[in-house]
């Protein structure tokens, strides 16, 4: 296949040694062809620009920008970008982070290098590519009630170990208000106390150390 006929992918993960893996693995596909990389979000929107390629392969989780800001900014921008999520983290608050930024496809980086390639495949002719554990995860994550953004910041003071009393005065609220927050938290985690609720939150992908 010509290189003009290829599929044209970019590489966007803030490792350089996944970056190599991809490309090498994307170069040896004869009907592909990798056309820029990048290792975080501000470069993988330039990038982006520049090449505007077929499918873009996103980190989740980058410095300075995030994988999922980048891809609002460039679904934003190029409607019809197509965008797989490849990422180590399966919680449902991420998956549905990811798809709901605008990416078409989600595959975790222990996938198999024919479920890549296939994504790629699937992705490129304009479906969407979404595995059925993460489908499951997903369909999970609709059923549960979110948490507010004022939950969401409460709940990532908890998960930095910090008292009521000190949540409340990073957020200029009173420690009965933190209380209130954190009762309301527990009950749409499901969860009894403090402790569970931010070990939930972190496999969820609701909050991170």
Known sequence: MSQSTAIRVLIVDDHSI????????IENEPDMTVVG??????????QYQQHQPD????DL???????VDATIAICAEFTHARIIMLTTYDGDEDIYRGLH??????????AEPD??????HIVHSGQQYIPPEVAAKLVQRMKNPELSDREREVIDLMADGLTNHDIGAALNI???????????????????????AVVKALKRGLTKL
């Open 18 to 25: 996944v970056r190599q893996g991809l490309a090498a693995m």
């Open 37 to 46: 990389q990048a290792g975080n979000g501000q470069e993988a929107i330039a």
């Open 55 to 58: 499918v873009t392969l996103m």
């Open 61 to 67: 989780r980058m410095p300075q920008m995030s994988g």
């Open 101 to 110: 930024a605008g990416a078409k496809g989600y595959l975790l980086k222990d």
């Open 115 to 120: 479920a890549l390639l296939n994504a790629i």
């Open 174 to 196: 009173t420690e009965s208000t933190v209380k209130f927050h954190i009762n309301r938290i527990l009950s749409k985690l499901g969860v009894s106390d403090r402790t569970q």
